[in-house]
């Protein structure tokens, strides 16, 4: 059975939204604002029009039912300049992270040991204590403390941690160096290294 307006294209949504597309054309950002449109506005015959999303989502390889997103991986930098803040690894909603790696960069090679550590917050949490997180307010995940400029993956995450874990934009990372041993005017570069889930 075909969905309906299958043979009167100009009645679905999907159809006029993307008519003047080449599939594998079609970019993520462009096929979420589709998605994020049709969810706020409640176009008429909802159901089927997910059900095109759905297939076109999978046709472009803009969502997947078994496994990252093609062409998700990345690797994004977050720069903590000091002990006061920290940066937030934070999912735009609706997206899914798998978090592969971390790994630190220091700008300069620290003067001392730091203690690097990495929590897991929520939007209640990140309100509490929005500058920096802490062990009494945040999930505290792992730690470790080095003098060293760049730190591997296996030394910031724990043995019993070291799984990859998922991020969205209701419990992310927020990673924080204590800058204790760093130089004056270092900078502490976290690498993540992810791909989409959804």
């Given amino acids: 059975m075909t969905l309906p307006f299958a043979d009167r294209p100009e ?3 999907v159809y006029q939204d993307l008519k003047t597309k080449v599939l594998q054309n079609l970019t993520s950002d ?3 604002s ?4 049709m969810f706020s506005e409640g176009v008429n015959g909802l159901e089927d029009e997910y059900r095109r999303l759905l297939l076109l989502g999978l046709a472009s390889d803009k969502i997947s039912v078994s496994g990252p997103l093609a062409n998700s991986g990345q690797v994004a930098t977050y720069t903590q300049s000091d002990d ?4 937030t690894v934070r999912p735009p909603i609706g997206e899914v992270w798998q978090v592969i790696a971390i790994a630190v960069s220091n700008s300069a090679s620290p003067s001392g040991s730091s203690s690097y550590q990495i929590y897991l917050s929520d939007a209640d949490m ?8 802490s062990a009494g307010n945040d999930l505290y995940y792992s730690q470790t403390s080095s003098g060293s400029t760049n ?6 995450i724990e043995d019993h941690n070291a799984q ?3 991020l969205t934009n209701e419990m992310f990372m927020r990673p924080y160096n204590d800058f204790d041993g760093m130089a004056t005017g270092a900078t502490c570069n976290w690498n993540i290294a992810y791909v989409r889930i959804r």
């Fill in 151 to 156: 730190i591997p993956f296996e030394s910031l």
């Fill in 84 to 87: 006061s803040t920290s940066p």
């Fill in 34 to 37: 589709l998605k994020a449109s």
């Fill in 11 to 13: 009645e679905s949504r």
């Fill in 126 to 133: 990140l309100a509490a204590s929005p500058s920096k997180p």
């Fill in 30 to 32: 462009e096929f979420d």
């Fill in 164 to 166: 990859p874990f998922l």
